[in-house]
């Protein structure tokens, strides 16, 4: 039998070792399931590690975390326990189940199963295989339902016809492997999902979660290729059913969100936001409200969905010319992170990249050597007024015409006295 694992690098294969040569102690049967299977076969990076135990896997989780002194958490009620060792390594581990769904969009219910009844629960066959890793049988592969086959052949295919009734988010997840893998998604799995978006299927879904489920999707390395597949199948009426979105305008968009993020300025943000933006980049108020109302944004997204919407003026403001650095400053800095990258994205004018990369990499950064303890001691009261009188202070700063302590306490008298 092949050995699957062989080719994983040493740290890994050894915490791998272990939880197999800790799991036949125990008589219990592990298994590498899931995405890190297909990936191992396919030799890509991946460091989620999904362990299938037939036998107790939170008992399992809990030896391992008091032999690597790591941090247990424990999920009782599903049978299942993450670890994680102390040099950082997560692993999930789960006690082999059936499922079942009481209808469609529902959590399932679970109940405890052998490898193949775990296996047949799942989306895809390429994500439906096993790799045992007791020492008997370290590195061999359980592929039941064809998934190596399905692999070679570049090929996504459901398990079963009730796949995507059960669980419609998976329409999500075939769009997302097809585009990762350059895949291509099979005959009647394809009529399947179509026939599940005609019968509005996902809204059975709870919106949280299938908005995760998208969330994935703007966060892979190339969006673009998911998006225009599912305004090809759908048109992101999920999103709303009257949201427009063109696919030359996310194109043009998405080529500027890769080269700005190859600038180390911009190494670090939340792009999946930016992507969302771009997506509601053309919609009227009304379907912007809508969205807003019926998904679980965090506040800081709902702030840079909003600005966003103001993005026009916002880019009119910075075309001015000779505005200075401070005057800029008060432009972007009310803004979010997000909605100033969307801003620097949507522009095709020289003058904003600049201007915003200015702010970003220099006056963004300006802090002042006097608090607002220091105010208090020349008769400034906390509130607003001490407020404006700082960010005065700091647009000077900014322009340069101020640099030291001494420069920005007699510049806080002055504006005392003035105001
Ligand atoms: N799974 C499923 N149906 C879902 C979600 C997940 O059957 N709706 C199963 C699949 O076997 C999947 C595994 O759970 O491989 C782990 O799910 P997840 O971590 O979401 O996906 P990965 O396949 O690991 O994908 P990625 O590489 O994006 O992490």
New binding site residues.
């Given amino acids: 039998m092949k050995n699957y694992l062989l080719h994983l690098d040493d740290k890994l294969l050894a915490v791998i070792r272990r939880i197999g040569k800790e799991s036949e102690k125990k008589q219990f049967s592990a298994y590498i399931?899931?995405?890190?299977v297909?990936?191992i076969i396919l030799k890509r990076k991946?460091c989620?590690l999904?362990i299938v135990v037939e036998g107790d896997a939170i008992c399992l989780a809990k030896v391992l975390g008091r032999k690597w002194s790591g941090k247990v958490t424990v999920y009782k009620k599903f049978g299942t326990a993450s670890l994680k060792t102390s040099k950082g390594l997560c692993v999930d581990f789960a006690m082999a189940r059936r499922e079942r769904y009481a209808h469609s969009g529902a959590l399932p219910a679970v109940r405890p199963g052998n490898l193949k009844e775990d296996l047949r629960?799942?989306?895809?066959t390429v994500?439906?295989m096993a790799i045992a890793i007791n020492p008997g049988c370290f590195g061999w592969l359980v592929d039941e339902f064809g998934g190596l086959k399905d692999l070679s052949k570049k090929t996504i295919r459901v398990l079963h016809k009730q796949s995507f009734i059960d669980?419609p988010?998976?329409i999500l997840?075939a769009v997302?492997?097809e585009q990762?893998f350059s895949f291509r998604t099979e005959k009647q799995t394809l009529l399947l999902m179509k026939a599940a978006l005609r019968k509005k299927l996902p809204s059975n879904v709870k919106l949280p979660r299938y908005f995760a489920?998208f969330k994935?999707i703007l966060c892979e390395a190339d969006p673009l290729k998911c998006l225009k597949r599912l305004h090809q199948l759908d048109r992101f009426h999920f999103l709303d059913s009257k949201l427009k979105v063109r696919v030359r305008n996310l194109s043009l968009l998405h080529q500027r969100i890769q080269k700005a993020r190859r600038k180390p300025l911009y190494g670090q943000g939340n792009w999946w936001l930016i992507y969302f933006l771009g997506l509601l980049g053309e919609a009227d108020d009304r379907v912007v409200k809508r969205v807003l109302m019926k998904f679980p944004f965090t506040k800081n997204e709902r702030i840079s969905i909003q600005q966003s919407r103001k993005s026009s003026d916002i880019i009119r403001k910075l075309l001015v010319s000779n505005l200075c650095s401070s005057q800029v400053f008060r432009i972007l800095r009310p803004l979010t992170k997000e909605a100033i990258y969307y801003l620097r994205v949507l522009s095709f004018r020289a003058i904003i990249s600049r201007r915003i990369d200015r702010f970003l990499a220099y006056d963004n950064q300006v802090k002042l050597c006097i608090n607002g303890e220091d105010l208090k001691k020349i008769g400034v009261a906390a509130g607003n007024r001490m407020g404006k009188i700082l960010e005065d202070i700091l647009c000077l700063k900014i322009d340069k015409k101020i640099s030291s302590k001494r420069e920005e306490l007699k510049a806080a008298r002055l504006s005392l006295m003035n105001n």
């Fill in positions: 399931v899931g995405g890190i297909r990936d991946n989620d999904d629960r799942r989306d895809f994500n439906a669980d988010t998976r997840r997302r492997f990762r489920e994935k």
